[in-house]
């Protein structure tokens, strides 16, 4: 079962980069790794999806290194709206199989 | 747009009690999750559903079963409510058995007296 780790919480300033890292040593071969982001009273939402490599969309980027033993989340110039928790999921391979793991989560507190 | 929903947003319950918290996605999804948030914990896996009529265990299932019986809808139910099921349950759903983006409902604040 892959476990997630991930800082618990980070601070920041409105317009900065920043990139959160969630380590996953034992991920298995067919494993994905997810990232969600979850506002105070709401159900978490799906912000972007990997294997390997890098993945970017309108929102964020994903960079996954070889080994996939860790992943980092990037946002780029975040707003006072970004504040929110973000969690790293890995599992539920291609087929079926692997349990769906959260992370711990990481409280972004994002600030003027 | 994907919607989930949850039969209630807070409900209170007493020890002993069974309860029935009910999930119903209007997307035609396979899969249907039941998952527990508590400070610190994060988001626990306590069922998955794959297909109607099947159910899967996930991370901490104790004291807790799902029901089924329409694909549109999955059922947790607690048979004896305990004060340490006091907690917010997020119900998600998505699309196939492959991985895929799950849709959350807005959670169910269970408090149990």
């Known amino acids: 079962l892959a476990k997630t780790t991930q800082p618990i919480s980070m601070d920041s300033y409105e317009g900065q980069e920043v990139n959160i890292t969630c380590s996953h040593n034992n991920i298995a071969t067919n494993d994905y790794i997810t990232w969600y982001q979850q506002f105070p009273s709401q159900g978490p939402r799906f912000i972007i999806q990997?294997?390997?490599?890098?993945v970017t969309n309108e929102v964020a980027s994903l960079f996954i290194p070889a080994d996939r033993k860790s992943s980092t989340l990037s946002l780029p110039r975040v707003s006072l709206s970004d504040t929110a928790v973000y969690y790293c999921?890995?599992?539920w391979g291609r087929g079926g199989g692997n349990k769906l793991t959260f992370g711990t989560g990481t409280q972004l507190k994002v600030e003027l | 747009d994907v919607k989930v929903t949850q039969s209630s947003r807070y409900l209170v319950k007493r020890t002993g009690e069974k309860v029935f918290l009910e999930c119903v996605q209007d997307?035609?999804?396979?899969?249907m999750f039941w998952y527990r948030q508590d400070p610190g914990l994060g988001l626990r896996l306590i069922y998955f559903?794959?297909?109607?009529?099947?159910?899967e265990k996930g991370d901490i299932p104790e004291g807790y079963s799902v029901s089924r019986e329409k694909k549109e809808r999955f059922s947790l139910i607690l048979e004896s409510a305990s004060t340490n099921q006091t907690s917010m349950y997020l119900c998600?759903?998505?699309?196939?058995?492959?991985?895929?983006?799950?849709?959350f409902g807005p959670g169910t604040r269970l408090t149990v007296t």
């Open positions: 990997g294997y390997k490599t890098k």
């Open positions: 998600a759903s998505s699309q196939t058995r492959d991985i895929d983006e799950q849709y």
């Open positions: 559903s794959y297909d109607v009529k099947m159910k």
């Open positions: 997307m035609d999804h396979e899969n």
């Open positions: 999921l890995v599992g």
